[in-house]
């Protein structure tokens, strides 16, 4: 009875919310997160990605919890608690750079988080200039994740024939330089329907999908970002959230080969041509 009393109490307001939060945490060995963000239980794999607008980072306390006041149902057994595994950060868009990158990364790599960087596409900026500021700001090496190329829907132009020409081109350039292949983000619908060609076929994709099922544009997913306005612990306001298709070592594994293939192809064609 005092239970129920408490949870009608605490209807009218978020920081009630929290507090019945608290409460239920109490009884239970999981420690006491704010108001949550439902996880996706079938990943194991949780990481953000970060631009100048996440300020006062708590980078010792990142993490994804599920809070059961966001459920109808209570029960003890969907109340999770993921630490955040990889980060990727915005270094560039267009010709400009964030200026909080070197600092972000300066801190993620400190505790040993698996760090990407990421350049926003703008179809109207001339491609190599993109991707020469995108090489010189990100600084990437093998012990990072690939580079990635941020694909905005609001942001795809007309003729597409055109646009998808110099994303390739974007793409070429950074893969020559840094000596491996980039990711491409790019919303589930925008894969299915514009990036469907069979130059993409051989480019990996983190996909952009806020439903509670994962991308239906194809099963070999390699990061799937479920929510633009999920709750972590240790960053203020909305953060986009997403999970990779694997385990912790898969993507540690996955990371290093995307490194290690352009190198084995590299030498093969050192090879063949002192043939």
């Given at each position: 009875?005092?239970i129920?009393?408490?949870?009608?109490?605490?209807?009218?307001?978020?920081?009630?919310?929290?507090?019945?939060?608290?409460?239920?945490?109490?009884?239970?060995?999981?420690?006491?997160?704010?108001?949550?963000?439902?996880?996706?239980?079938?990943y194991?794999?949780?990481?953000?990605?970060?631009?100048?607008?996440?300020t006062d980072i708590?980078?010792?306390?990142?993490?994804?919890?599920?809070?059961?006041?966001?459920?109808?149902?209570?029960?003890?057994?969907?109340?999770?608690k993921?630490?955040?595994?990889?980060?990727?950060?915005?270094?560039?868009?267009?010709?400009?750079?964030?200026?909080?990158?070197?600092?972000?990364r300066?801190?993620?790599k400190?505790?040993?988080?698996?760090?990407?960087?990421y350049?926003?596409?703008?179809?109207?900026t001339?491609?190599?200039?993109q991707?020469?500021?995108f090489?010189?700001?990100?600084?990437?090496?093998?012990?990072?994740?690939?580079?990635?190329?941020?694909?905005?829907?609001?942001?795809?132009?007309y003729p597409?024939?055109?646009?998808?020409?110099?994303?390739?081109?974007?793409?070429?350039?950074?893969?020559?330089?840094?000596?491996?292949?980039?990711?491409?983000?790019?919303?589930?619908?925008?894969?299915?329907?514009?990036f469907?060609?069979?130059e993409?076929?051989?480019?990996?994709?983190?996909?952009?999908?806020?439903?509670?099922?994962?991308?239906?544009?194809?099963?070999?997913?390699?990061?799937?970002?479920?929510t633009?306005?999920?709750?972590?612990?240790?960053?203020?306001?909305?953060?986009?959230?997403?999970?990779?298709?694997?385990?912790?070592?898969?993507l540690?594994?996955?990371?290093?080969?995307?490194?290690?293939?352009?190198?084995?192809?590299?030498?093969?064609?050192q090879t063949?041509?002192?043939?």
């Amino acid at each position: 009875m005092v239970i129920l009393s408490f949870v009608c109490y605490i209807r009218n307001s978020q920081s009630r919310k929290d507090a019945l939060a608290d409460l239920l945490y109490s009884m239970t060995e999981n420690e006491v997160p704010k108001y949550g963000e439902l996880i996706r239980p079938d990943y194991e794999v949780y990481g953000i990605d970060l631009s100048r607008y996440q300020t006062d980072i708590n980078w010792d306390s990142l993490s994804v919890n599920y809070n059961p006041v966001n459920d109808k149902s209570v029960k003890k057994q969907t109340w999770f608690k993921k630490d955040i595994s990889f980060i990727f950060i915005k270094a560039t868009q267009g010709r400009r750079v964030d200026r909080t990158y070197d600092e972000k990364r300066g801190e993620a790599k400190k505790r040993n988080y698996l760090c990407g960087a990421y350049h926003v596409f703008e179809p109207d900026t001339f491609v190599y200039a993109q991707a020469e500021n995108f090489i010189e700001k990100a600084k990437l090496d093998t012990k990072d994740l690939p580079p990635v190329l941020d694909i905005e829907n609001n942001k795809i132009g007309y003729p597409l024939d055109e646009y998808r020409k110099n994303v390739l081109k974007w793409l070429t350039i950074v893969e020559s330089r840094l000596g491996v292949k980039p990711i491409i983000y790019v919303s589930d619908h925008c894969k299915r329907n514009v990036f469907n060609t069979p130059e993409f076929n051989k480019y990996q994709f983190w996909l952009a999908r806020y439903f509670n099922d994962p991308p239906l544009s194809s099963d070999d997913w390699v990061f799937w970002q479920y929510t633009k306005t999920g709750y972590v612990h240790g960053l203020k306001g909305d953060v986009d959230i997403s999970v990779f298709n694997g385990s912790k070592e898969e993507l540690i594994d996955w990371s290093e080969a995307q490194w290690q293939a352009q190198q084995t192809d590299a030498e093969s064609d050192q090879t063949a041509s002192g043939e």
